[in-house]
């Protein structure tokens, strides 16, 4: 009884991250460490501005050139943007977001290239960036408003574009389980501790979702032009 279990339980972890797990192992035993050198740039990135921000010099530069507060006028918000995705937050250990930026965008380079990993993480960040104005501007009385207060504070860093490439990525490599559990577990993050961060997660979550949709739609009708093109009929998926 027990070994069939287990043999179900490899089975179901083979189907899930079988196909990922594949093209990582392909990607690092071809290119070893040149498998990700745009995520080994990120990870030194963030190291190097949270070394500069905890000094009593390089605070107020990390501030002006990549934090971002709904209160900031939305030019200059979104010039810091792609540079907010490396600004890990005071408060929490810069470790887990190393962590965060090694495993997770290490993977999403490895398995959809640097100028995807890049487009779908500044485009997760920036949802969370422009939710927290639009949701400022409801105010609290609506379902998806913020109180007037969250316009100071810091957005996410790096955390939303993990959450956005971590959920593209599953969807990409049918990881549906996978999927469905970081959704589920930004949710009850929302669900637990109500605030800014676990908002924009959810936003980055919906912006994820639409350029999942868009990629397939873009799939779909390239397999149609193929099949058309060749005289046979289209492909069906």
């Given at each position: 009884?027990?070994?069939?279990?287990?043999?179900?339980?490899?089975?179901?972890?083979r189907a899930e991250w079988g196909p990922l797990y594949a093209a990582v192992?392909?990607?690092?035993?071809?290119?070893?460490?040149?498998?990700?050198?745009?995520?080994?740039?990120?990870?030194?990135?963030?190291?190097?501005?949270?070394?500069?921000?905890?000094?009593?010099?390089?605070?107020?530069?990390?501030?002006?050139?990549?934090?971002?507060?709904?209160?900031?006028?939305?030019?200059?918000?979104?010039?810091?943007?792609?540079?907010?995705?490396?600004?890990?937050?005071?408060?929490?250990?810069?470790?887990?977001?190393?962590?965060?930026?090694?495993?997770?965008?290490?993977?999403?380079?490895?398995?959809?290239?640097?100028?995807?990993?890049?487009?779908?993480?500044?485009?997760?960040?920036?949802?969370?960036?422009?939710?927290?104005?639009?949701?400022?501007?409801?105010?609290?009385?609506?379902?998806?408003?913020?109180?007037?207060?969250?316009?100071?504070?810091?957005?996410?860093?790096?955390?939303?574009?993990?959450?956005?490439?971590?959920?593209?990525?599953?969807?990409?490599?049918?990881?549906?389980?996978?999927?469905?559990?970081?959704?589920?577990?930004?949710?009850?993050?929302?669900?637990?501790?109500?605030?800014?961060?676990?908002?924009?997660?959810?936003?980055?979550?919906?912006?994820?979702?639409?350029?999942?949709?868009?990629?397939?739609?873009?799939?779909?009708?390239?397999?149609?032009?193929?099949?058309?093109?060749?005289?046979?009929?289209?492909?069906?998926?």
């Amino acid at each position: 009884m027990r070994s069939t279990a287990t043999g179900r339980a490899a089975r179901a972890a083979r189907a899930e991250w079988g196909p990922l797990y594949a093209a990582v192992r392909a990607g690092v035993a071809e290119r070893r460490w040149r498998a990700a050198p745009m995520t080994l740039a990120a990870v030194c990135l963030t190291a190097l501005l949270q070394f500069t921000q905890n000094q009593p010099w390089g605070y107020q530069f990390v501030q002006n050139i990549g934090s971002v507060r709904a209160e900031d006028p939305l030019p200059p918000a979104l010039l810091r943007t792609p540079l907010s995705l490396f600004v890990p937050a005071l408060d929490l250990p810069v470790w887990g977001a190393l962590a965060q930026i090694l495993l997770v965008f290490g993977i999403a380079e490895i398995c959809i290239g640097w100028w995807r990993t890049l487009v779908v993480g500044y485009v997760a960040t920036l949802a969370g960036t422009l939710y927290a104005r639009v949701g400022i501007e409801w105010g609290p009385g609506s379902p998806l408003g913020l109180p007037a207060s969250d316009a100071q504070v810091v957005d996410t860093g790096p955390s939303a574009a993990v959450v956005g490439l971590a959920v593209y990525v599953c969807w990409r490599y049918r990881a549906w389980f996978t999927a469905g559990l970081v959704i589920a577990v930004m949710a009850g993050e929302v669900l637990v501790k109500d605030n800014l961060a676990g908002r924009e997660h959810l936003a980055a979550i919906a912006a994820a979702l639409v350029l999942c949709a868009c990629s397939a739609v873009l799939q779909r009708r390239g397999r149609e032009r193929v099949g058309s093109g060749s005289g046979l009929p289209p492909i069906r998926s």
